[in-house]
């Protein structure tokens, strides 16, 4: 990991800044809490921990009266942005002052630590970010998949700044395999400011050596073709033509060692994966070449796509999946690429979708992009959202607003353990493509979207709404399914022609199709609507062509609403008691531990589980869980609870292993157990009837030999 983190920072500082990047200051707030009541001094250091509402760019800033000559340091509580920006130290002046941090970081909470003496009177922080706006949005009737598009949403933006990121923390590298999913999402979250950022990684120029495979991604439909589809921006698809034929014709090679496709688990199927990928990149050269004056090149292009075609079956098929002699069992990566690329043929896709697609989960969540697709390709969206319900589960209830850079915080290559210098922030994560392109069924068919279909694929998502910020303006979709009717609802912007698509899925039998109350499907097309055109009927859509304007198409006969998955719903947030100027203590000492394979000391007392922020927090570093270990909380007074919650989303797999509550008056007399357990993955949530006691004591009565216990937030509710 040590080797890995040294070349992304010297790769960072090697990439060139974009020049006349927009970079917004959108000036000084008010953080949503700080750990103490202001304004406040200590007589020895202290340190002061304030949360923002959301992971953004920020510089702190502090208004203070100090002695001289006193150290005042301030950072983000994200302890990843130390690999590239050490916390920043000044020396007070007697006096009142005002001080802000010069460099920028990434987090979702400060810390300051203050000298002994010092008064600080106000703290607020600066953000910065790339100067677009989200105009986006994405909304159904399952929460979890509301929560998943807003964090990635979120996520996206952060790994936006002088040029798309992969992270905003500990890297800030432009690889092109990132780059990816953040350029595709750009066009549908944010407004044409963005598209700038997207040209500069489209333009930017090849290097050949440096992941290749992610060339490969990225040279394809998947970046380069996206990208024209969703511009039209014909001069830079004419700047990039001869490079990237360069590239594909006589720069990539095939079977080298260490060609890197996905992070994920290992069974990397790499010789299907770049077979894949390279047809791809030749389909989409294909299409670049006669617009960009060059047709004479169609003739080799066709020739190395039907050398593929020919070989590809007898080189990968076993009977049933897509296999290379590189792995001993299939890849789900490798055959979703199969049938993205159109080299699977339709009638291998169920033994793919039965032996692979629906058994195996190696691909990351960057790769789980490509599987969701191939999914749904097959018809089985249904499939794909549980698949990506299931892979995001501790990533959807947790009190990070971003998306991680794996599953579970968990390592899957050959380290194949939990990684703890995992971003909390990765751009490679697809959410808002997957629900608004593919779930909402809405991508331009012509470049520039000049024409663009909305052809939706929900499955069990019965309500949904979509703004897509296109270049021809505002694309407004919902639908909603009843018992008796489908109905979509298409705002097709001025100069552009929508193909709008009833989903014949969602039925268990079509009557007939309305379009403004006018029938116009009953079996057989009925002409004479003004402003429809018929855009033909095959195995999966009735479809329309639609002038611009307001459209309400009404699918009426019955559909089953069928729900492998009962909707999440949007719960009222549980308001915790006020923890400023509680006390923590455990069963052993405060300490540091190194963290990660930088070995940077961070600081895991226990009163850091009552700051507030949920990136700081406490371990037992003595030895790994076992019973008898205590943490324990003194509010200060009696008060009246009944749910405590215990979040060590930050070190995701330190829940307890077995657990009891006690609670105590005094502190030294204790009740019998109010509640016993086993902790939950990330966030441990404790419910018993209502206490009144001023102390509570969590002891771990289990054991794991593997992990350490840890708590990065301590909560304590009273529930009506």
Known sequence: MKTRYRLSLLLALLLPATLGAAIEDFGLKEYVRVSRALPHAEDQPWKLVCEMPYNCHFQPWIELEAPAGRELKFNSSNPLVLYLTPTETVTTRAGAQVYEAHAWVSGEGAVYTIPAGATVKRVQYRETGYATRLTGSFTCDDA??????QKAARTAYLCMRDHFYDCPDRERVGFWGDGTPELDQCFYLFDRRSHELCRELVLRQLEPKFYPGQHLEFLGEYGLGFYFRQTGDLAALRQIYEPTKTFLFQTYQFGRRGTWFDWGKENKDTAVLETCFYYNCLENLRAMAPLTGHPEDVVVIDQKLAGIRADFDKRFWRDGFYRSDQVKEPDDRANAMAVNVGLADRAKWPAIYENVLSQKTY?????????????????????ALLRMY????????????????????????????????????????????LLSQTIAGISPVTPGWASFQVLPQEAFLNDLHMVVPTVKGPVTVGINKTSTEYALEVEAPATTMAIAGVPKGAFSRLDRIQIGGVTVWDGAYKPGLKGVEWGGEDADYVKFHLAPGHWAVRGQGTLPLLRPKPPAKAAAPAVPLDKRGWTATASVPDSTFAFSGAKIPIDITAANALDGDHWTGWRDMTQMQHPGQWFQVDLGKPEAFNQIVLDNTWALWDSPAQYSVTVS??????????????????????????????????TQTGSNPKYHWSIYEFDVYRLP
């Open 665 to 698: 008056q005094d502190g030294r007399a204790w009740s019998s157990p109010v509640a016993a357990g086993a902790g939950g993955k990330g966030i441990t949530t404790i419910q018993f009837t209502l206490q009144t006691a001023r102390f509570i004591r969590v």
């Open 390 to 433: 299931e892979r995001y589960q501790t990533m959807i209830p947790c009190s990070f607003t971003t998306l991680w850079e794996h599953y579970d915080r968990w390592w899957a290559s050959h380290i194949d353990a939990f990684d703890d210098a995992s971003s909390l922030n990765h751009g490679w994560n697809p959410p808002v493509l």
């Open 363 to 383: 691909a990351s969540c960057f790769f789980d992009r490509w599987v969701f697709t191939a999914l749904c390709k097959m018809g089985r969206s249904d499939r």
């Open 144 to 149: 979890d998949f509301n929560i998943l598009w």
